[in-house]
């Protein structure tokens, strides 16, 4: 339907003008969650960037669910939408079933308070933060969607939902693998102070790797000495030595 495309790339074209154009690096966080819908854990998208974003990133979050939800609906909804009267009654249909969607709207409420509640977790000073801060996000997830698809009385798919948060766990766990290793045995805690303020401050050491140390040890290559050099070579003579000695010898025989 031309009134369904054209409706579909103006909303883009929104997406572009009012957020994307301004914040061009954070467009790549809209197909990431897409795709994780797409592959039924659009939950480990607000953990990761929880993690490694600002709370800021729910703006992209919301755009590529919004997104998802609008490819699904044209591509399952197909006869309903030419089954409409004219131009404008294909668009009416459009916006109403996309922004009526009670699921769309529970998913971005999920997504939008698991990001802030990581995101604020993860900046705790107690150890082990950032594994609290990706836990707690997975159980706000599932509360947050449990509580909106009861109260909303829409079907939800509770064992996909599970899964998909127990895989968003293991996925915020490897993104702390990469990003956010420290050694908490080696903490220390520090407190100094100046003429208006005291300052304690916790420092948590990074894991790091020390390369070995290498000792080189450098052997002289024996180089082979003739036999008859042997015996002047041990007491120190050379050639021309031994000879001198030998006729100083017969000249005393004689």
Known sequence: SMGVAGVSAAIFLLMFIFYVRFSPK???????????TILKIPY???????LIGAPAYVIPIVCGTISYFMVEFVKNSVATIKGADGLVGQVTVFLQQVFRNKEMWIIIAASVICLFVVSALRKMSCNHAWEFAIVSGAVVNVVTLTAGYIALNVKAP?????????IAVFIGLAVELFVFTVDYSRTENLQF??????YYVKAVPKISISAPNKTVKKINVRQDVP???????????NEEQAAEAVQDQICQLL
Do not use: C, W
């Open 158 to 166: 509770y064992a996909e939902m599970i899964v998909g948060n127990i």
């Open 44 to 50: 480990a998208i607000p953990i990761i960037f929880g």
């Open 227 to 237: 036999e008859h050099d042997k015996g002047s070579r041990q007491y120190g003579f």
């Open 193 to 198: 102070e100046d003429d208006e303020y005291y």
């Open 26 to 36: 954070t467009a790549i966080v809209i197909l990431l969650m897409i795709l994780s």
